[in-house]
């Protein structure tokens, strides 16, 4: 199997766990809010969980008959955030999509994007909780071996 079918693969998946857990046709041409949203998380995770280049991303959109192109997609990335902060839709939708198999691939990506927008007290607590957890799964490995 090649990259870009592995990828259509991948793609073509995360579109029907989505559409199962929101209800919505992320292809249907529409500017609705819920659906922009839909699309949003999609988006967000093919680029940053499956590593997708924003032109293969809007190449399968084309193929499932929704026109978009690049600079759509680098638009949906840079609004994730607004859309993850205000919108209940986007926080309910990723919490069921995080506790399924395709969601625990994107909860780093999601944890990269959480910390980019804590002020300095809070990233520093959160610095020094992963450090902790990190030297402690190093130790009951350690036990373990």
Known sequence: MTTRELQIK??????KEIQAVTGLDI?????????????A???FMLYN????????????????????NHATMLH???NFDVYRRFSNNVNDWLGILEKME???NSKKD?????????DEDNLNKSYDFMKDLYYKQEELEKVEN
Do not use: C, P, V
Not at 111 to 117: G, L
């Open 110 to 118: 999601l944890m990269k994007q959480f910390i980019n927008f804590l």
């Open 27 to 39: 292809f249907r041409n529409t500017r609705k809010s819920d659906y922009i949203e839909a699309r």
């Open 76 to 78: 949906s990335l840079n």
């Open 41 to 43: 998380i999609f988006n």
């Open 10 to 15: 991948q793609a073509t998946r995360l579109a």
């Open 102 to 104: 395709i969601g625990e």
């Open 49 to 68: 969980t499956y590593k997708f280049r924003l032109q293969r991303i809007a190449d399968f959109y084309k193929m499932n008959g929704k026109n978009m």
